[in-house]
């Protein structure tokens, strides 16, 4: 079996570790000066080269090449052992996670009081997920760090150094402290390409975008991805085989779902979802592409340049760049967000994502509260007449509620812009309890959404114990579900109501 390419291409130099230079720089620096600390602590997410780093300092420290400018040679038998993390009388890797008592670190501490095995070498311990040391532990070591041996270094690696600061705030002041930032689409794109050359696999731009994107920040999880890519197929990396690999929708659909919603063909969610979860698709991934989405076609809008898409998903996106104002945008990925904790533990994420969608596609027939409040803030203002609403007039200048002047939203709304439905006027269901959030928002609360998603249950549970009933339908059930809809969200159900849209088929 090869060997996984995150363990391949693991840096052996400072300088390989470009993306934290910050830190790299700084511990080059102490080796070539002589000035290395006792004590490092190393805090940042997973993935981002906490334990490369640590290493290569220890392979500095012991290196029989060693260069001046503070760089190990990566090639001498010291190096090659502290590289591959096999066992060394000098450096020590011990994961805190399985080690955490007070007993390990008495243990730890009096092997660190022998010296290293030659004179001109360093002990080095590194030691992974530190946090999960126990405050004795902590206490235990704090002796040797107050008073260490000569040649003895400590390096902490943690992603929760909040954790130490609680259990062990003295050791803190004993520690040089380096924070490891975050890895950018950007630096794992190129990471991944320079790596791919290497391995002879060629790859397209956007696969690498998409693998890029998917590690979330994390160079060891963008290489791991890779090997998963890699390994379903041959030839070169596309992003149809990243998508496969990944388990990815495909971004035609979230363009789809996009026209669904800007031309409010609510119906058409229901189809559309129902293919989705036929395909095997994951609703958190489809959730969290559909706001990568959402968020470069925001960007299209305010700055014309789609960000973090392929390049075709950025075409058609600058193609709909009058689709939504940024307001509607912000809304719909502020709505995502809202769902996003409840989402994972609910066993109704198909439900949850069909109300989601519906209500995207209704936004703009409800009221919207930002247009409702700057009403009521201009109604004094009687000399305004509510003119220049064309297109979204409709709904807002509904007689039920005088004071609205929209002037504001028209703005946002250009001319050419996908002409809204001549929707009758709606019921202005918030009108009478303006501290309510709008109707098209998500469930507010956790309480909420689960209050909902709960009641829903109830009742398609009653349907099914109900001996009489016929056959559920899947257009039974949908209609069902939309009963339900209504009644938990009355302006839903009056815009469905004032729009007869087909969803009843
Ligand atoms: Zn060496």
């Excluded at 009058?322 to 995502?336: E, P, Q």
Aim: hydrophobic share 45%.
């Amino acid at each position: 079996m090869s060997l996984a390419l995150a363990r391949k291409y693991r840096p052996k130099t400072f300088a390989d570790v470009a993306v934290q230079s910050h830190v790299s720089n700084t511990l080059r620096g102490a080796i070539a000066r002589q000035r290395v600390a006792h004590g490092y602590l190393l805090c940042g997410p997973r993935g981002v080269g906490k334990t490369t780093l640590a290493r290569v300092l220890a392979m500095a420290l012991n290196c029989e090449r060693k260069r001046d400018d503070g760089e190990p040679c990566g090639e001498c038998t010291s190096c090659t052992r502290t590289w591959s993390g096999s066992s060394s009388l000098d450096v020590i890797e011990i994961d805190a996670a399985s080690n955490r008592g007070v007993d390990d670190a008495r243990d730890l501490r009096e092997r660190a009081m022998y010296a290293p095995s030659g004179d001109d070498r360093y002990k080095v311990y590194i030691v992974d997920e530190a946090h999960m040391l126990t405050r004795e532990a902590w206490n235990a070591l704090l002796k040797i760090l107050e008073e260490p041996p000569p040649r003895v270094i400590f390096v902490f690696a943690t992603t929760e150094p909040q954790k130490i600061a609680q259990t062990a705030a003295p050791v803190l002041s004993r520690l040089q402290r380096f924070d490891l930032k975050r890895i950018g689409p950007a630096d794992i794109t190129r990471r991944l390409a320079t790596v791919l050359a290497a391995e002879d696999v060629t790859a397209s731009s956007d696969a690498l975008g998409m693998i890029a994107r998917a590690a979330d920040g994390s160079m060891r999880d963008a290489l791991s991805l890779t090997d998963q890519v890699i390994s379903i197929g041959t030839g070169p990396l596309t992003a149809e085989r990243v998508r496969e690999a990944l388990g990815l929708v495909p971004e035609d659909e979230f363009i789809a779902i996009l026209d669904i919603i800007g031309s409010h063909r609510a119906g058409e969610i229901f189809t559309t979802v129902n293919r989705l979860a036929d395909a095997g698709v994951d609703f958190g991934v489809f959730l969290a592409g559909f706001a990568d989405i959402l968020r470069a076609q925001l960007t299209v809008v305010l700055s014309g340049k789609a960000d973090g898409v392929s390049t075709t998903a950025a075409a058609s996106l600058a193609e709909r760049k009058n689709l939504f104002s940024a307001g509607d945008l912000l809304r719909m990925i502020s709505a995502i967000n809202a769902l996003e904790p409840t989402f994972r533990k609910s066993g109704q994420q198909q439900l949850l994502v069909e109300m989601l969608l519906v209500r995207m596609a209704l936004l703009d027939k409800t009221v919207l509260l930002e247009d409702m409040l700057a009403g009521l803030g201009n109604a004094a203002d009687a000399s305004a007449p509510s003119g220049g609403s064309a297109g979204v007039g409709a709904v807002r200048s509904a007689p039920a509620y005088p004071p609205a002047t929209p002037v504001a939203r028209s703005a946002a709304r250009p001319p050419n812009a996908t002409p809204r439905h001549p929707a009758p006027p709606v019921r202005p269901i918030s009108v009478a309890a303006p501290s309510s959030p709008p109707d098209w928002a998500p469930a507010p609360t956790q309480a909420a959404t689960d209050a909902s998603v709960q009641e829903m249950k109830r009742a398609m549970e009653s349907t099914a114990r109900d001996t009489n009933r016929s056959r559920m339908t899947p257009e039974a059930l949908r209609e069902e579900r939309l009963g339900v809809l209504r009644q938990k969200d009355p302006g839903l159900g009056a815009a469905i109501d004032a729009l007869d849209l087909e969803l009843l088929d």
